[in-house]
């Protein structure tokens, strides 16, 4: 059974930082594309960044690039999301997906706000 558990939102001031992380299982994670997405309230779900299987290539939205870095750990089992110099708009909650096997976790809530 494939499942996606992400871990690490909250609330942050603006200029802040998180680290997300999306624990997988059920599936050969190191061999797998792994995306993040985010949805925000009243807004479709949009792609934030995206990394392959061994790491080497990795993609991000306009909006977020220069700010987030996507990473994984093979061995961990383990994709995370650096989020730096966060703004407001970036509140959302943010989700991990893992596309080749269309699975989706249940979210975490990244709150940016003073």
């Known amino acids: 059974q494939v499942q996606l558990v992400e871990s690490g939102g909250g609330l942050v001031q603006p200029g802040g930082s998180l680290r997300l992380a999306c624990a997988t299982s059920?599936?050969?994670?190191?061999?797998?594309?792994m995306m993040w997405y985010r949805q925000a309230p009243g807004k479709e779900r949009e792609f934030v960044a995206r990394i392959s299987g061994v790491g080497s290539l990795r993609n991000y939205a306009d909006s977020v690039k220069g700010r987030f870095t996507i990473s994984r750990d093979n061995a961990k089992n383990t994709v995370y999301l650096q989020m730096n110099s966060l703004k407001t708009d970036d509140t959302a909650v943010y989700l991990c997906?893992?596309?080749?096997?269309?699975?989706w976790g249940q979210g975490t809530q990244v709150t940016v706000s003073s």
């Open positions: 059920g599936f050969a994670f190191s061999t797998n594309v």
């Open positions: 997906n893992a596309p080749y096997r269309n699975a």
